[in-house]
């Protein structure tokens, strides 16, 4: 059967958690400025960045720059969650790390926009997904805090239109200057800092009293592993976000990919790219609010995030025998529905899964690793693949490995099922 949520002790008179009319546009708030911050330079600022400093050597560098910071991100994803789990400033322990991450995250923007070297890049974009996986880490253990299983869905599908939306914002505005100037920089660290100081101004987190853990190398190190024969839902929801993330992880190659593959310029992709995103994002518009919405009213979960890997599959199938743009723009709101109906479901899901919801930060966080290994990994192996057989062998790889995720769903119990066991469904533990 399903347990009942513990809520941590939180000291006396302290605020009560925040009006749900109040605590949906925080967290879009936070989240669209972490995306802004994160992924506008991932889909065009490092390309063009490095494309001016790096020349032929562009793609190999981006995959270094990437790899690198992925791998930053793997690490600093899960001991962000813990920390703030055990945070007890008076700011709250998940406001603290949104306010102090979106701060050093800007900052390190702006930095990385003198930059004349590959590896001052490496450097600094590994500070920037240090910094930004406290904000990111603190966003999503918000819901498992605050929001109520029954309306996890429809937040779930808002904080995905949050995610999509954000890059599209950071690709407009970054365009308003020049290509490749460091005022785009600085216009990204703007807007990720405005949002999220608006969100922890909208924002109560009650400052908890419960006991403080030991963060002794014991629990740092344990901070990166669940027992997956113990939590097996778990388990199988991390593989589903791994599998189908990396297949959704090849957008970070698109403006290589209309450089080589079609012959646009610098100064021209850059609105290319934003015309893709934007029919994309319209697309995980419609589809994450509504599957949100239908999937908190049919209580079904599952069938959205298999429609997900499905579609995702199709549309890198797609990317890869595009002979003209117009393919690849059906390409992307192909992809855009599966983007959204995968975002629809996912936040929620894993919510629903978690081993311990008292340690939802550190759980959530681990999940999320799930986001940022395929970061890693997809520029990685992108190098051999595009050796191999060019963008052809690169999208089909990342189509089959995103139907695999359509596959590993099916493990997970649905909504209502979790007591059940059986030879497709995994029950749910907990700690």
Same mark, same amino acid.
């Given at each position: 059967m399903t347990q009942e949520r513990v809520a941590l002790p939180v000291e006396p008179g302290a605020v009560k958690a925040t009006p749900f009319g109040r605590f949906v546009p925080a967290l879009l708030l936070s989240q669209l400025g972490f995306c802004v911050a994160l992924v506008t330079p991932l889909q065009l600022l490092l390309a063009l960045h490095l494309n001016a400093i790096a020349g032929a050597d562009a793609t190999t560098a981006f995959g270094i720059v990437t790899g690198f910071g992925a791998l930053v991100a793997l690490l600093f994803n899960p001991i962000a969650g813990r920390v703030s789990d055990r945070t007890r400033a008076r700011l709250g322990r998940r406001r603290t790390w949104i306010l102090s991450g979106s701060l050093a995250l800007?900052?390190?923007?702006?930095?990385?926009?003198?930059?004349?070297?590959?590896?001052?890049?490496?450097?600094?974009?590994?500070?920037?997904?240090?910094?930004?996986?406290?904000?990111?880490?603190?966003?999503?253990?918000?819901?498992?805090?605050?929001?109520?299983?029954?309306?996890?869905?429809?937040?779930?599908?808002?904080?995905?239109?949050?995610?999509?939306?954000?890059?599209?914002?950071?690709?407009?505005?970054?365009?308003?200057?020049?290509?490749?100037?460091?005022?785009?920089?600085?216009?990204?660290?703007?807007?990720?800092?405005?949002?999220?100081?608006?969100?922890?101004?909208?924002?109560?987190?009650?400052?908890?009293?419960?006991?403080?853990?030991?963060?002794?190398?014991?629990?740092?190190?344990?901070?990166?592993?669940?027992?997956?024969?113990?939590?097996?839902?778990?388990?199988?929801?991390?593989?589903?976000?791994?599998?189908?993330?990396?297949?959704?992880?090849?957008?970070?190659?698109?403006?290589?990919? =209309?450089?080589?593959?079609?012959?646009?310029?610098?100064?021209?992709?850059?609105?290319? /790219?934003?015309?893709? &995103?934007? !029919?994309? %994002?319209?697309?995980?518009?419609?589809?994450s609010i509504a599957a949100g919405y239908l999937s908190d009213a049919v209580k079904r979960q599952k069938p959205f995030a298999i429609f997900a890997g499905i579609a995702v599959a199709a549309a890198l199938v797609m990317m890869a025998f595009a002979p003209d743009l117009t393919m690849v723009f059906v390409a992307s709101i192909l992809l855009g529905l599966g983007a959204g109906s995968f975002l629809a479901v996912d936040l929620a899901l894993c919510v629903r899964v978690l081993p311990n919801e008292e340690e939802a930060g550190k759980d959530l966080a681990i999940i999320n690793i799930a986001n940022s290994l395929p970061q890693s990994l997809v520029p990685f192996f992108a190098p051999?693949? =595009?050796?191999?057989?060019?963008?052809?062998?690169?999208?089909?790889?990342?189509?089959? /490995?995103?139907?695999? &995720?359509? !596959?590993? %769903?099916?493990?997970?119990?649905?909504?209502?099922?979790e007591h059940l066991t059986g030879r497709w469904t995994a029950p749910i533990t907990r700690a």
């Amino acid at each position: 059967m399903t347990q009942e949520r513990v809520a941590l002790p939180v000291e006396p008179g302290a605020v009560k958690a925040t009006p749900f009319g109040r605590f949906v546009p925080a967290l879009l708030l936070s989240q669209l400025g972490f995306c802004v911050a994160l992924v506008t330079p991932l889909q065009l600022l490092l390309a063009l960045h490095l494309n001016a400093i790096a020349g032929a050597d562009a793609t190999t560098a981006f995959g270094i720059v990437t790899g690198f910071g992925a791998l930053v991100a793997l690490l600093f994803n899960p001991i962000a969650g813990r920390v703030s789990d055990r945070t007890r400033a008076r700011l709250g322990r998940r406001r603290t790390w949104i306010l102090s991450g979106s701060l050093a995250l800007a900052l390190t923007l702006i930095a990385m926009s003198a930059t004349t070297q590959v590896w001052q890049v490496v450097v600094l974009w590994c500070l920037v997904q240090a910094a930004a996986n406290f904000q990111y880490a603190a966003n999503n253990a918000l819901v498992a805090d605050q929001v109520p299983a029954a309306r996890r869905g429809g937040v779930s599908g808002l904080v995905g239109f949050a995610a999509s939306v954000g890059p599209i914002a950071g690709i407009a505005l970054a365009n308003t200057a020049p290509a490749g100037s460091s005022r785009q920089w600085i216009i990204v660290a703007a807007v990720a800092v405005g949002a999220s100081l608006l969100a922890v101004v909208l924002l109560r987190d009650p400052r908890s009293t419960a006991p403080k853990p030991p963060l002794d190398l014991r629990t740092i190190l344990s901070t990166f592993w669940f027992n997956p024969r113990r939590h097996p839902a778990f388990g199988w929801a991390w593989l589903t976000r791994f599998l189908i993330m990396c297949g959704y992880a090849s957008g970070g190659y698109n403006t290589f990919f =209309l450089m080589q593959r079609f012959g646009y310029d610098e100064h021209d992709v850059g609105g290319i /790219v934003l015309a893709i &995103g934007i !029919v994309s %994002v319209l697309c995980v518009a419609i589809t994450s609010i509504a599957a949100g919405y239908l999937s908190d009213a049919v209580k079904r979960q599952k069938p959205f995030a298999i429609f997900a890997g499905i579609a995702v599959a199709a549309a890198l199938v797609m990317m890869a025998f595009a002979p003209d743009l117009t393919m690849v723009f059906v390409a992307s709101i192909l992809l855009g529905l599966g983007a959204g109906s995968f975002l629809a479901v996912d936040l929620a899901l894993c919510v629903r899964v978690l081993p311990n919801e008292e340690e939802a930060g550190k759980d959530l966080a681990i999940i999320n690793i799930a986001n940022s290994l395929p970061q890693s990994l997809v520029p990685f192996f992108a190098p051999m693949l =595009l050796a191999l057989g060019g963008f052809p062998a690169f999208f089909l790889t990342l189509a089959v /490995v995103a139907l695999l &995720g359509a !596959v590993a %769903v099916i493990r997970i119990p649905e909504i209502g099922c979790e007591h059940l066991t059986g030879r497709w469904t995994a029950p749910i533990t907990r700690a």
